[in-house]
């Protein structure tokens, strides 16, 4: 079965943004960017996904100080994350960067933009150094996983979800992310532990549910895969694989390829 796991293709793998606790209340849009629906095929595997849009989190209307204008142009890079513009999303947080290079933030949310844009060295350099300013972000570690994860180093992407999950146990997105990479590395019921848990800790993420389906397969357990592809499908009709999902569980389970 292909596999194919951290794809640029939007908005299969996308990176969350953190935001800003300040004196207003912000909202991000309600309805995310359009989700690519995977390609229908007689007897393809599901194809395991991973993190979808890249919202920014909604700040708690919380009077606590006013804002910088470092803080200022995070939020307006977020703006233009939000609608997929990445470029100008990283002359904000230059901006960011050049007021207050103290602001974690400010790199955290550039290198997930340069992750959107597949620039993964230089998301990795942005994600180490607002790891050295704040070493307890959660999200940035499940972010430079990501990186790690697009370049085929599954080891050292694993040992980032690790420290997300160490800092975050309730952050289903980080076992998630860490159960594809177990995946890539044949550990197969390694990588169901974990879609079981993000599962477990969100029932309704659908992304989980399609991957296990997939390592179901990988098993030849097409019952168990059949009820998983049903459930995704249910939760969200993008990722409705045909409109018969059973099509997609073969007879026999092909070998895995690995890219």
């Known amino acids: 079965m292909l596999l194919s796991v951290y ?7 996308l990176a969350a943004f953190a935001s800003l606790v300040v004196s207003c209340s912000f909202q991000p849009t309600d309805a995310p960017l359009p989700t ?4 229908a095929a007689a007897t393809a595997a599901p194809t395991a996904v991973s993190v979808a849009t890249p919202t920014p989190v909604p700040i708690p209307n919380v009077s606590i100080r006013r804002l910088s204008e470092a803080e200022d142009r995070i939020i307006a890079g977020n703006d233009f994350a939000m609608q997929g513009r990445f470029e100008e999303a990283i002359a904000e947080y230059d901006q960011a960067v050049s007021l207050d290079p103290q602001l974690a933030m400010a790199y955290g949310n550039r290198g997930a933009a340069y992750n959107d844009l597949g620039q993964l060295e230089r ?3 942005d ?10 972000n959660a999200l940035t570690y499940d972010n430079r996983g990501l990186s790690y994860g697009k370049l085929g180093q599954f080891g050292r992407g694993i040992q980032d979800w690790d420290e997300a999950i160490r800092l975050d146990p309730t952050f289903a997105m980080a076992f998630n992310n860490r159960g594809i990479a177990y995946d890539n590395l044949d550990q197969i ?13 969100n029932p309704q993420f659908a992304l989980a549910y399609l991957n296990r389906a997939s390592a179901y397969i990988d098993l030849d357990r097409p019952e168990q895969a059949t009820a998983d592809l049903d459930k995704a499908c249910q939760l969200d009709k993008a990722y409705c694989l045909s409109d018969n999902p059973y099509d997609f569980l073969p007879t026999t389970v092909p070998t895995p390829t690995r890219r």
């Open 7 to 13: 794809a640029i293709v939007r908005p299969l793998v």
């Open 36 to 39: 690519q629906r995977p390609a």
């Open 123 to 125: 998301a990795i350099q």
């Open 127 to 136: 994600h180490n150094e607002a790891i050295r300013l704040d070493p307890q």
């Open 189 to 201: 019921e390694r990588a169901i532990e974990d879609y079981d848990e993000a599962i477990r800790l």
